[in-house]
Structure formats: structure tokens, C-alpha cells
């Protein structure tokens, strides 16, 4: 069964493109649920909400989530098409053709136009899991808000994220006044937080 160039080109696609947009949709969807783990990551130590200091001072952090595998079940019809070419010793070498492979999905309206007798259905199907963080996203160290804490506090929270404070000869009872970076700030590995006091 032939395929039309008009029906060619408005529904088919090369077989290798329509397996590359699969991977394509899977890394954009893993890209989104990383995102939405980071931002979840930021909010919280973004934040003053006691709930989101709570959080922080037990060190929480945010699931991250991983796409394991993706299986789809298409069903389509295959056509192959070619154009044939000439050698410039083509008395000696026969004419070859140019063949690609082209996959139209089986809709409604492919088997109605060629009487197509297989039933026309689509499936996809794929499983999100959590997982153990990479080693590179287990040592990202978000600043936590400190400011209306006071001094101790503050200390022992950034000492249980792995994170230094800037030297300072305030009372450990005084209270933060205000902090450098700003708290949802991801620090480097010699990073620290200034403080100052009120």
C-alpha cells in the first residue's frame, strides 16, 4: 500500500525523527521535574514561614524525581520512499535509490481513506519514581532565612547545612538583623553568610 506525497507530508514522518522526538519529550518532561524540585528547594529556604523554618531546621530537602523509562505503543503504517541516482559510470554501476522510511500514524481518517483494517489506537505509557539525588545535587546548599533569629539559632542552623558564618564578637543571644547572601541563595563549597545584629 502506497502513500500520497499530499498525505505523506501532512501526516508522516521520518521513522528516526519520530523516535527522536520520544527521547526529546522525555528529557523536556525530566528538565520540568527537576525545575519544579529546585524551586521547591528555593521556596523553602527562601522563606521566614515557621512551617518552611521547621523544614529548615531538620535540613530537609525536596524529592527528586527521575523518569526510569518510557515505552510507547503506536500504531502506524510504514511507507518507504525513494528517489533513484545515477553514478557517472552508470554503464558499469547499476542506478541506486535513495530509500527512507516514513511512519503515518493509523487515525480515523487513514483508514477510512485507504481502507485500513487494523484498528486504529495509540498508547503511552511510563512510570515516575523517586529516587536518591546525584552526588552534585546532594551538596547544594541553600541559604536558609536567619534574619529575627537569634545569634546560636542561627549558627547551629547554617552548621547543620554544612555552611560557615563569617566571623562576628556579637552575643550568641542577639538577634539577626539582617544576612548576606540573601536566604534561597545557592552557596559554593568555601561559601559563607555574613550577619548582623541588632
Known sequence: MAIDDELLDVLSAPLGDLIASVGHGVADAQRALDSASMAALR??????????R???AIGYRPVW????EAEGDIQIALSVSGIETTTPSAEILPRRAKLK????PVDASYT???NFS???????????????????????????SLVG?????????????????ARTDAESTAVVKSQTPAPGTILGPEGTVEVTTA
Open 149 to 165: 533569629l537569634q545569634l546560636g539559632e542561627a549558627r547551629a542552623r547554617l552548621s547543620l547545612l554544612g555552611i560557615a558564618t
Open 118 to 144: 487494523l484498528t486504529a489506537s495509540s498508547r503511552l505509557k511510563f512510570r515516575v519514581v523517586p529516587v536518591p539525588p546525584s552526588s552534585a545535587a546532594e551538596a547544594i546548599r541553600v541559604v536558609p
Open 65 to 68: 524525581y527521575h523518569i526510569p
Open 43 to 52: 521556596e523553602i529556604y527562601g522563606s521566614d514561614e515557621d512551617l518552611f
Open 101 to 104: 522510511l516514513y511512519a503515518a
Open 112 to 114: 477510512s481513506r485507504y
Open 54 to 56: 521547621e523544614l529548615q
